[in-house]
């Protein structure tokens, strides 16, 4: 994600150690960049999740999209 256009960071918080429970979320400076970035690098990021994730991750869940106005964001505080 680092090469793509309008990312700017990824932000990791344990929310269990007990557990291993972590909340993962990634910052874009705009929704469009994040949908161009999930379209062009769909296989890659299919063989990343295959390769590595599945490995690693019991359960993935996506919970939505956020949108902050005039907040600051990591990497531009």
Known sequence: MRQ????IATEVQCESETDGQYRVRDFWSWHREFEVFRE??????????????EDLVE???FVGAYYEAGGTLPGNA
């Open 40 to 53: 062009r690098c769909s296989e890659d990021f299919a063989r990343f999740d295959r390769e590595i994730v």
């Open 4 to 7: 793509a256009q309008g990312y």
């Open 59 to 61: 359960k993935q869940e």
